[in-house]
Every structure is written in structure tokens, then in C-alpha cells.
């Protein structure tokens, strides 16, 4: 049996026995879905783009004039990122990203969203105390920054262009990227300083 | 809908608990409900809009309860009986009772292709837009039955257009087999104190995409 009584991991099973029985899903498809996510689509999609630019003021420019595009120059696009926007971090200004009626995220650059940013608790608070959100992830910015909460209500998903840590003159591309964090993206972190532990 | 989906400026969950980048699922069913979904919806039987509405549909006090993926299963059960693919007793038996009926179906070898594409949601307007940057509108008193996505703690507020996004598909209609009756799309923006009185931070904003509809005058 798999009626409402069951456990939640017994229905899913069950689900997927019944689809597979009429023919609806292919067990391999599942199989490369979940790799995907797994393995080749996540947040250090994204990290290269940051670190793109950090490196290129040109790419810079074409990143927040049309994301979608310029994400797509580095090979990025698709499901959960068909129409990009990005925006970028300042000293004035800090944006947060959130999706308070469901889990809108990019997911071509940031890969799955994590659980707490399908939280009720993230869900329902970013839009109303965003800096006691910020907080709760060990993040303080100056009273003097603005923050710009994003709430994702429609197809439009957005990527947040951290501010390059100080100290970095001298990283290359590879190396700035390994500094990117996916917090750093969402505007709930900060990018990583040299030497600050992932 | 007023669902338990929306939620938006309520109180009493708690901390935001963080965690580590490389965590993306707690249990292995939680991998198996993902792929289940995103094979299921490839079926083409449904749109997003319509799989974001039965979700919101699920009853507050089971939605409030629920894990993420929980509520994904649930939802894709739904929508499976709904579009009479798979049907109750089948649920609860836990195998199917026959075959299925002719579907288009998700092959390992489309699954990269597919994925890569994605679905536009981009439509051609004839019309030009109502709005244009720097315009103060209002949204709506509203309270649909149906789905929509302007949430509750953003209507009936005055805020400021901040980028025009073009023609996309209205999900308030799309999501009840209505057509993709296409609208333009805002980025809204509306000071924190706007929405949440004298207590809200005064150097916050919070944007929202907001289709033509939605906004005044």
C-alpha cells in the first residue's frame, strides 16, 4: 500500500514504479537528471562568470546590460535560467535574492537551490528583515548599505555579482573563481577573502 | 491564491539554518522525487504555472508541514490524477493497474539536450507597453481564487518601475489551461517602509516582476 498513511519515502517510490510500469518516465532519464544536477550543473557555473567579471570590463558590461547572453558565452543556459538578470553588488548597494512564493533560483549557474532557500523560514523573513536574515548567515554589512531584496515572481531569475575581495589583484581567473562562493551569488554571503576557509 | 505557498512577511519560523554548498538533498527519494517531476512534466501534459498551482493548492497546515520534495510529490500525484494519467486506487495501490495511454516520453539521451534548451517564456507583444522606467504604479486589491504571482504583502502598494522585461506568458491564465494570453512584464520596486510601515528598514527595497495587469492605473 501507498495511500496517504505511508511514508512520504514509500509514495515516492511507489510514484515512480507506476510511471515507469505505464510507460510515462524512462529509469535512465532519472538516472541523467540526477547526475546532472549532481555532478555537471551548480554554483561553480556561476563562479565563472563572477570571476569573468572581475577580469573583463567588457563582459562586465555585457553581463548586467543582458545576462542571458553573456551567461551563454560561457556555455550556460537553459532550464531555470532562460531569462537572466544580474546584479551587482556595490559598497552603496547589496542585493539579495529570494523566491517568497516558491524556489525560483537560476538554476544554469547556481545548479539546485539549497533547503534553506526553499525555507519557509527564508521565504518569509528576507522580504520583511533582510539584515536580520543576513545575520542569521553571519553576514553584517554597514547601516549605510542599501540592500535590494529580489523576490523571483516571475521567470526572470536573478544572479548577484559579489564585490571582489580586497587582496586579489594579483589572482587569475581560476584562481578568483575558487573565491566565489553560491551564498556570495544569492547576497545572503560575501565572496571569500585569500586564505578564508570554503 | 491566499495559499500557504505565499508567504511572504509572516512570522514564527525560526532562524534561517544555513548549509554547506555540496548538500543538495537530504534522502536518496528526495533525488528520485526531482527526476520523477522534471520527466513527468516533460510529458508536456502541464505547464510550470499549472504545476505552481497545485502546489499552492495543498492545504495550509499539510503544506506548512511538509518537506520541500514532500510537497513536489505531492504536487505531481495531484497532477497526475488531475490530467487522468494515473489514477487514485493506482496511487494507493502502489502499482499500476494497466498500461498507460501513448505519452511523449523523456529519454536518457534528450535528457541534456532538453535541460540546455529550457522553455522560453518570452512572447512578441503587439501592443506597446503601458510602463516605462522611473513610472509610479500601484498594484492591485486583489484576492483570486486562481493562481497568480503578486503576492499578498505586495498589493494594493505603490512602488516605482525599475526595468521593463518584455512580453511573458501570464501565468495566471496559462495555469488554469487558459492560454498563454501574454502580458508585459515590470520590475517593481517598492521601499521597505511602503510595505511594512514604520518599523521596516529605510534604506531597504524589495522588487518584485510584476505583469501589466497587476498594476494601476
Given at each position: 500500500m501507498a495511500g496517504s498513511g505511508t511514508s512520504v519515502e514509500a509514495r515516492a517510490a511507489a510514484l515512480e514504479e507506476i510511471l515507469v510500469e505505464k510507460g510515462y518516465v524512462d529509469p535512465a532519464a532519472l538516472d541523467a537528471i540526477i547526475a546532472t544536477y549532481e555532478h555537471d550543473v551548480g554554483p561553480r557555473n556561476g563562479a565563472r562568470v563572477v570571476a569573468r567579471a572581475w577580469t573583463d570590463p567588457g563582459?562586465?558590461?555585457?553581463?548586467?546590460?543582458?545576462?542571458?547572453?553573456?551567461?551563454?558565452?560561457?556555455?550556460?543556459?537553459?532550464?531555470?535560467?532562460?531569462?537572466?538578470?544580474?546584479?551587482e553588488n556595490t559598497p552603496d548597494e547589496h542585493h539579495v535574492v529570494v523566491c517568497t512564493l516558491c524556489s525560483c533560483y537560476p538554476w544554469p549557474v547556481l545548479g539546485l537551490p539549497p533547503t534553506w532557500y526553499k525555507s519557509a523560514a527564508y521565504r518569509s523573513r528576507v522580504v520583511i528583515d533582510p539584515r536580520g536574515v543576513l545575520a542569521d548567515l553571519g553576514v553584517t554589512l554597514p547601516a549605510s548599505t542599501r540592500i535590494a531584496v529580489h523576490d523571483s515572481t516571475a521567470e526572470v531569475r536573478y544572479l548577484?555579482?559579489?564585490?571582489?575581495?580586497?587582496?586579489?589583484?594579483?589572482?587569475?581567473?581560476?584562481?578568483?573563481?575558487?573565491?566565489?562562493?553560491?551564498?556570495s551569488m544569492i547576497g545572503t554571503g560575501l565572496a571569500r577573502v585569500p586564505g578564508e576557509a570554503s | 491564491m491566499n495559499g500557504a505557498a505565499d508567504l511572504g512577511g509572516m512570522m514564527g519560523f525560526g532562524p534561517v539554518v544555513p548549509e554547506p554548498e555540496g548538500e543538495l538533498f537530504h534522502a536518496e527519494w528526495e533525488r528520485r522525487v526531482l527526476a520523477v517531476t522534471l520527466a513527468a512534466g516533460a510529458m508536456g501534459r502541464w505547464t510550470i504555472d499549472?504545476?505552481?498551482?497545485?502546489?499552492?493548492?495543498?492545504?495550509?497546515?499539510?503544506?506548512?508541514?511538509?518537506?520541500?520534495?514532500?510537497?513536489?510529490?505531492?504536487?505531481?500525484?495531484?497532477?497526475?490524477?488531475?490530467?487522468?494519467?494515473?489514477?487514485?486506487?493506482?496511487?494507493?495501490?502502489?502499482?499500476?493497474?494497466?498500461?498507460?495511454?501513448?505519452?511523449?516520453?523523456?529519454?536518457?539521451?534528450?535528457?541534456?539536450?532538453?535541460?540546455?534548451?529550457?522553455?522560453p517564456y518570452t512572447r512578441e507583444m503587439a501592443t506597446s507597453a503601458r510602463f516605462a522606467a522611473g513610472d509610479?504604479?500601484?498594484?492591485?486589491?486583489?484576492?483570486?481564487?486562481?493562481?497568480?504571482?503578486?503576492?499578498?504583502?505586495?498589493?494594493?502598494?505603490?512602488?516605482?518601475v525599475v526595468a521593463v522585461r518584455g512580453g511573458y506568458v501570464l501565468p495566471d491564465r496559462n495555469a488554469h489551461g487558459a492560454g498563454e494570453q501574454p502580458e508585459w512584464l515590470y520590475t517593481v520596486r517598492f521601499d521597505a517602509r511602503e510595505l511594512w510601515g514604520d518599523d521596516a528598514d529605510p534604506t531597504s527595497t524589495v522588487d518584485i516582476d510584476a505583469w501589466e495587469s497587476y498594476l494601476e492605473p
Open positions: 563582459y562586465r558590461q555585457r553581463l548586467l546590460t543582458d545576462a542571458t547572453p553573456a551567461i551563454a558565452e560561457l556555455g550556460f543556459g537553459g532550464r531555470q535560467g532562460e531569462h537572466m538578470v544580474a546584479v548577484v555579482v559579489p564585490m571582489r575581495p580586497p587582496g586579489t589583484d594579483d589572482l587569475d581567473e581560476d584562481a578568483l573563481a575558487e573565491l566565489v562562493t553560491r551564498d | 499549472e504545476s505552481r498551482h497545485v502546489r499552492e493548492s495543498i492545504p495550509p497546515a499539510e503544506y506548512l508541514t511538509s518537506s520541500y520534495y514532500a510537497i513536489w510529490l505531492r504536487g505531481l500525484e495531484d497532477l497526475l490524477v488531475a490530467h487522468g494519467l494515473v489514477s487514485r486506487d493506482e496511487l494507493a495501490a502502489g502499482r499500476a493497474a494497466g498500461p498507460g495511454e501513448p505519452a511523449k516520453v523523456l529519454h536518457a539521451g534528450d535528457v541534456a539536450p532538453a535541460l540546455a534548451a529550457g522553455t509610479r504604479v500601484r498594484t492591485r486589491t486583489m484576492h483570486p481564487r486562481g493562481h497568480t504571482r503578486l503576492p499578498r504583502y505586495a498589493r494594493g502598494h505603490t512602488g516605482t
